[in-house]
């Protein structure tokens, strides 16, 4: 599985249970108003997920390049289209054979995801502004495998993986 831009592309990543804390601490403590970005301090990158979903998965994973990546750039349209063409049906045929009737999950992807944009926000202000407030997870494979077999468990997602 290979994607565009490179490994250093930063993504940010929160676990729900993390998510689950801050809005309790939002309606139990924090000054109505507020806005607080969520983000845990893995400091997760397009590299970091690659090699996690490697090893959950046993596949080879990698990156185009720069120069790939800007060529598709001045087309992401086309890029998007062949993406979906070739994973949607794919997915689809892998959710029908699996009797998974109704997901939320889809690989389709629209064009503007696939612009070289870092998704990173800087998550600390609430800890800072609140220290009694932490994050307790960080992104890391187990955790990415622990939600894999959730959503397995759930009829979510396809039985691919093994606890």
Avoid at 37 to 45: F, G, I, R, V
Avoid at 94 to 117: A, F, G, V
Avoid at 121 to 126: H, R
Wanted: aromatic content about 10%; some cysteine.
């Amino acid at each position: 599985m290979k994607y565009l831009w490179d490994e250093k592309l930063r993504l940010n990543c929160v676990h729900v249970r993390d998510v689950v804390a801050a809005l309790w601490f939002a309606a139990t403590t924090i000054r109505p108003g507020s806005v607080y970005n969520l983000a845990d301090s893995s400091d997760l990158s397009q590299g970091k997920l690659n090699t996690y979903l490697g090893e959950i998965f046993g596949i080879k994973t990698g990156f185009v390049g720069g120069a790939l990546s800007t060529i598709a750039g001045v087309n992401m349209a086309h890029a998007a289209t062949m993406s979906n063409d070739k994973h949607v049906p794919t997915w689809t045929k892998l959710c029908q054979e699996n009797k998974i009737m109704n997901t939320p999950l889809t690989p389709y992807i629209d064009k503007e995801l696939l612009y070289n944009n870092s998704l990173w926000v800087d998550g600390t202000k609430i800890t800072r502004d609140y220290p009694a407030f932490a994050y307790t997870l960080q992104s890391s494979e187990a955790l990415v495998k622990e939600q894999l077999m959730g959503m397995i468990r759930q009829n979510l997602f396809p039985p691919v993986v093994t606890a």
